[in-house]
């Protein structure tokens, strides 16, 4: 089976800190996204990854930026963590292109306070 | 810039009834459409997917989904519902043209609760 782990279930940080949410994949794939889910307004895109040291900007990379320097880890950055960014952030990773099925993490909640 | 729209937020089910839960997409080509499912507290698990062929798929738990190109939606089903579906359930799309490795557009979830 696939696995995708993410480093915190949950996590509490106050506005202004730098915050760090790991991702880490056992399968050798190749992309690897970042969501933000909330209430109301299902799963956003922030960020995904189709290579190591490559990105992409999703739908709502404001506020954000990701590092992959291994293929496995998938790292999602808060530069300056504000109160609207609390959310569940999940990770996510596909064995490449055309392969669409998304493999999800248990999601990493995430509370600035 | 294709899009999901699940028109349903809750939906409420006695335990042994059959289920629908709705979903419309918004993409200029054939889609890539799935049904993912979150319990509390748990990641998104993937229920049934269609590329193309057969427009009737069936996943798992029971569950199956038709996709209908002249009515852009993609409705899931169930005929007799267990009190552990009680669940989120999304619907989502994903482009052609990205081959899936740009990431899938969401609706915003039907929050599934069942009554005894």
């Known amino acids: 089976d696939v696995k995708v782990t993410q480093s915190s279930r949950y996590l509490v940080k106050r506005t202004g800190e730098k915050v760090f949410l790991e991702c880490v994949q056992d399968m050798d794939h190749e992309n690897m996204f970042w969501y933000r889910q909330d209430p109301g307004l299902g799963l956003r895109l922030i960020y995904f990854s189709y290579d190591v040291k490559m990105k992409e900007k999703g739908d709502i990379p404001e506020g954000y930026s990701v590092s992959r320097e291994k293929k496995e880890r998938f790292s999602l950055i808060l530069e300056s963590a504000s109160t609207n960014q609390t959310s569940m952030y999940l990770c996510a990773s596909i064995t490449g292109t055309g392969a669409y099925e998304q493999y999800f993490g248990p999601g990493t909640r995430l509370t600035v306070t | 810039a294709q899009s999901v729209t699940q028109p349903d937020i809750h939906i409420t089910v006695s335990e042994g009834a059959s289920l629908e839960l709705r979903c419309n997409y918004s993409?200029?080509?054939?889609?890539?459409l799935f049904w993912y499912v979150q319990s509390p507290g748990q990641g998104l698990q993937l229920l049934l997917k269609y590329f193309s062929g057969d427009t009737l798929v069936q996943g798992i738990k029971g569950f199956e989904a038709e996709f209908k190109r002249s009515q852009s939606s993609f409705n899931l089903r169930k005929p007799s519902v267990h009190w552990s579906d009680a669940a989120e359930y999304f619907c989502a799309v994903g482009s052609h043209s990205g081959g899936g490795a740009d990431g899938l557009t969401f609706g915003k979830g039907t929050h599934l609760i069942i009554q005894p």
């Open positions: 993409y200029g080509a054939t889609p890539y």
